[in-house]
């Protein structure tokens, strides 16, 4: 008697979608009106050292802090890393849009940030005089992990159009209108 052994069979659950109807009828909104924008809005309360506290909405704080060797307590990410979060998320926002539009089932999206960051300036307290375009980010490179039910190729073009479209990454990317002033 011989024992018969089943193949191997590779298990795929597709990534939880998003409403492809909705997205599409967004999607006729803003090709109806481009010049639509809508105000992100954060509250940040500092609450000592170098840790703050954002509200956004509804939710929980969002907790910002620096290392140690930045004389934070190190409880939360750094602002920096804050920021690329920002990134991270709006780009997992963009490819999960662009591969619903386009009827791609998606099993697996990771992105890894890193982002080349220095402080000699010390935050103007008394560090190296520096110009602007010197400062903050210096480099940020994205490494995307992504399968689904579409060739390499097709998953590479999703996930550059949707950088090519991503609001973050254009705000970084792009310069814009900036203002700060004390408030009233």
Request: proline share 7%; net charge negative.
């Amino acid at each position: 008697m011989t024992a018969s052994v089943a193949s191997p069979q590779t298990v795929k659950t597709s990534l939880r979608p998003i409403d492809r109807d909705g997205l599409l009828a967004f999607a006729e909104k803003g090709r109806g009106n481009p010049a639509q924008r809508g105000t992100n809005k954060v509250h940040t309360v500092m609450e000592g050292q170098y840790r703050s506290l954002s509200y956004v909405g509804e939710h929980k704080p969002v907790v910002v802090d620096e290392p140690l060797h930045l004389f934070g307590q190190d409880t939360a990410p750094a602002p920096g890393e804050i920021v690329l979060s920002g990134l991270g998320g709006c780009l997992a926002v963009g490819i999960t849009a662009v591969a619903t539009q386009r009827q791609v089932k998606l099993y697996k999206l990771e992105i890894f940030l890193e982002g080349d960051i220095g402080n000699p300036a010390a935050w103007g307290a008394g560090g190296a005089e520096m110009a602007p375009a010197d400062m903050g980010f210096q480099a940020i490179r994205v490494k995307v992990v992504v399968e689904g039910d579409a060739p390499r190729e097709e998953l590479d073009w999703i996930v550059q159009h949707a950088n090519f479209y991503s609001p973050v990454a254009n705000t970084m990317r792009n310069p814009i209108p900036f203002t700060i002033s004390l408030a009233d």
